[in-house]
């Protein structure tokens, strides 16, 4: 398709237009229209329940949410009623995480878009700013042996810190470094690691940002963000959040050795963590994950 074509035709349905996609759509999530694929992440297991790693058993799923509030009632996601919602468990230190599984049909470039925002359960007639621990993204990727290079798994992790232990802090962070693995059952099929642990989290030079953030606790803004990664190369390319645009070329994903069975995996993870004994809640209105191969 031509270029300007493929353009004028985005940019003419409102669902799409406020997103930048490669020339390839492979997923376009509009939570009006249900859980679109995303569900909880499980830990591994085999045989029995008791075989999964401790973290992963308090991991809260995601949910759809028209996001409604005592004071104001029903607002609504940013285009539509419903959004997907992660909330934490009251509990400082707990995740709620949401996973879509996919697998890819070619290596090369992708890029993962969502519109968001996040708040605190407004349990407190206060601002409540800085109760949310962090929220972010992941791939979860693992690449077939094709003769060029030997078949790695690899998980690119970006989170904003928004605050830590009460004081705000709002910075981008990223993850290399992975936790040990733990084999699960017997068969030799199934490997743990719990790689969401507050362990390792490393800042992206330059990468500090304010973000928008409401007079009171019920009331949220909606943010934009893009996080680009090239399956070719398994380099980080740009993450945008708002008007903020960081180079990412100069840091590493986390890397493993190829598991069993993971061959030409594609998931997207989002993740939401609080600070404090408060829920913590992640909205997402839509999310569109692209990319671009022949």
């Not at 409102?14 to 490669?22: A, I, K």
């Amino acid at each position: 398709m031509n270029e300007d074509l493929r353009l004028a035709l985005l940019r003419a349905d409102p669902r799409l237009s406020r997103f930048d996609p490669l020339p390839r759509i492979i997923a376009y999530d509009d939570f009006d229209n249900g859980p679109q694929g995303w569900t909880s992440l499980v830990g591994n297991y085999e045989g029995s329940l008791n075989t999964m790693l401790p973290e992963y058993r308090g991991l809260r799923g995601p949910m759809l949410s028209n996001v409604t509030v005592w004071d104001t009632g029903t607002d609504g996601s940013m285009m539509g009623n419903y959004a997907m919602k992660l909330a934490t468990r009251p509990e400082a230190g707990s995740l709620a995480v949401a996973i879509k599984r996919l697998t890819f049909r070619q290596l090369g470039p992708v890029r993962l878009e969502a519109y968001f925002t996040f708040k605190p359960e407004a349990s407190e007639l206060r601002l409540s700013e800085t109760d949310v621990r962090a929220f972010g993204v992941l791939f979860d990727l693992q690449d077939i042996d094709n003769g060029d290079r030997a078949a790695e798994r690899v998980m690119p992790h970006v989170r904003y810190l928004n605050a830590l232990n009460g004081e705000h802090v709002g910075k981008w962070q990223f993850k290399s470094k992975r936790e040990a693995f733990a084999d699960i059952g017997g068969s030799g099929k199934t490997k743990s690691h719990f790689h969401l642990a507050p362990e390792g989290w490393e800042d992206i030079p330059g990468a500090n940002q304010l973000l928008c953030y409401n007079e009171i606790a019920t009331k949220q803004n909606w943010y934009y963000l893009r996080l680009d990664f090239d399956l070719s190369t398994w380099g980080f390319g740009t993450l945008q959040c708002n008007n903020r645009v960081y180079d990412l070329a100069s840091i590493n994903p986390m890397r493993m050795p190829a598991m069993a069975n993971l061959w030409c995996m594609l998931n997207t993870v989002f993740f939401v963590e609080t600070d404090i004994d408060k829920r913590a809640f992640l909205y997402l209105d839509s999310i569109l994950l692209s990319g671009d191969w022949g």
